[in-house]
């Protein structure tokens, strides 16, 4: 039977990670590292497919079906997340699907492009015998040159540049491949294949932004969309690990901290891509990059062009910045007229000395306050991001954390426990000093019942899980809180802060 597809790309499933908040709570979002890698090989003559498994809700029949009609060369699962964890915690769903797939005795090989298996790609195959290789780093030009390969016999991967795979009872990770360069990335990443989604009544619909990015108005979650202007991050943060998609060696254990750089389309690209958008109807869009606001040659006309568009008064958009980096009234007036209505402060700890700790010392010492003041001055909303358990925190500093945010009283808040992800420098050391590592795929889940988030030597795993549940509630429930979110989007916003918190996440190591 001759192949329909070259490769179909599958996003995984991730709902049971997110436990009771997945019903209604938790976003679903758009598979955007699918979607680039489809257009990608599409713009170069092959036939693609994509199964979003976290937009539809499949039966394994159903599942099997789709795959066997669509009869593609390769299957491969991209497994990122718009949340730094989520590319790792999302491999539960993947595997379980791969699993299956390789049960059902599908004919073509399985390969898997995404965070886990660009960080620990030896590991990842010794541990899922349904995987057949893994890229391991953004696999562009890896993918693509394997497709033009009529089969994917071993002499065919003994010779590709970025994977590792199975050669016999030995897994071999090959020499490395390179990313897209800066010069490429409008003609090699050339957007996104927002055909190739499912959905409903209209394009999108199966996408729901967070409640706190729609000023929690169900209404304003759907349709959704994500998009990139920029891959990776300049700097090297120890908890990080978004620039593992960069990779350019073979050691068994990827640190992202080695990879660090940025790559940006062009801002006429990118308006064009908005551009789109909003002839499909979509106003909630995130702006996906670490760091949006960082680069003012990129971003600034980008968001010039947004602001002449007649449209960008519907828009619904946020954007990721450091506190260290969104310092100008001006800017922040451009970015509101843009449409960008919540900027994402990485603000992690009220401790400078922790800040600097995880940063490596690139982060300026700023008045926190006073930034926070000019944001909400230029009419946008701040979803304020902590970490707790980072090196060097205390209950003490935890606390401190806490207070400062309750001072800030911003209308988004969001934190976790640190976590030990894999390809960051925080994973890598915890791996070298002994310290407990999560086993599970899910243990990375910062939602998950099984989280297990890093000690740090002076705070055990379920002190900082404790100190973050219960901060999250005393957070959202505090009456200044609620009375400004009431103040600035009305009582039925604060009626749906309150049903949230009625779920209550069940965490094992408590309970133990």
Request: glycine share 6%; aromatic share 10%.
């Amino acid at each position: 039977m001759q192949n329909n597809l070259d490769v179909l790309f599958i996003s995984p499933g991730n709902f049971k990670i997110y436990q009771g908040l997945s019903s209604k709570y938790s976003a679903v979002e758009p598979p955007t590292w699918g979607l680039l890698l489809a257009e990608s090989c599409r713009s170069v003559g092959f036939k693609v497919g994509l199964l979003d498994l976290g937009a539809e809700t499949l039966s394994d029949q159903e599942f099997l079906g789709r795959v066997t009609s669509l009869n593609p060369r390769l299957i491969c699962f991209v497994v990122y997340g718009q949340n730094v964890n989520a590319g790792t915690a999302s491999m539960t769903g993947a595997i379980e699907s791969s699993t299956f797939l390789k049960d059902q005795k599908i004919p073509c090989p399985i390969s898997f492009v995404g965070s886990y298996p660009q960080a620990l790609p030896k590991k990842c195959l010794e541990d899922e015998p349904s995987i057949d290789f893994v890229f391991t780093n953004e696999g562009v030009y890896a993918l693509r040159n394997l497709l033009l390969e009529k089969e994917f016999s071993d002499s065919v991967l003994e010779k590709a540049k970025g994977i590792a795979w199975r050669k016999g009872e030995e897994i071999v990770i090959n020499p490395a491949e390179g990313v897209v360069p800066q010069a490429r990335m409008d003609i090699d990443l050339p957007g996104y294949a927002w055909d190739l989604l499912p959905y409903k009544e209209k394009p999108l619909d199966l996408y729901r932004a967070p409640m706190w990015h729609a000023e929690y108005i169900e209404e304003n979650r759907s349709p959704y969309a994500a998009i990139q202007t920029s891959l990776g991050c300049q700097f090297k943060c120890s908890f990080c690990m978004i620039n593992i998609l960069n990779r350019d060696n073979e050691d068994e254990i990827g640190v992202a901290g080695n990879y660090s750089g940025m790559r940006y389309w062009s801002p006429e690209f990118i308006i064009k891509e908005f551009d789109k958008l909003n002839s499909l109807g979509v106003k909630t869009i995130k702006i996906t990059d670490e760091m949006f606001l960082l680069n003012k040659k990129y971003y600034l006309p980008l968001c010039e062009a947004l602001a002449e568009r007649e449209y960008s008064k519907d828009l619904m958009m946020w954007a990721y910045s450091r506190i260290d980096t969104v310092r100008d009234s001006e800017v922040l007036s451009l970015l509101r007229k843009a449409g960008i209505r919540w900027l994402a402060l990485g603000i992690e700890s009220a401790d400078k000395l922790v800040r600097l700790e995880v940063s490596k010392g690139k982060f300026e010492d700023v008045d926190i306050l006073q930034v926070a003041k000019q944001v909400h001055d230029a009419g946008i909303n701040i979803m304020a991001n902590y970490i707790f358990g980072l090196p060097g925190d205390t209950h003490e500093s935890m606390q401190s954390t806490l207070d400062l945010s309750k001072e800030l009283c911003t209308l988004g808040w969001n934190a976790y426990g640190a976590m030990a992800l894999p390809g960051s420098e925080l994973y890598y050391d915890a791996s070298l000093d002994g310290r407990k590592l999560p086993n599970t795929y899910e243990e990375y889940s910062w939602f998950g019942y099984n989280t297990l988030p890093l000690s740090n030597g002076i705070l055990s795993s379920e002190e900082i899980l404790s100190f973050r549940d219960k901060a999250f509630i005393d957070y959202h429930s505090s009456p200044a809180f609620l009375r400004k979110v009431e103040k600035t989007f009305g009582s039925s916003g604060v009626e749906n802060i309150k049903d949230m918190l009625k779920v209550k996440l069940k965490r094992k190591i408590l309970e133990c």
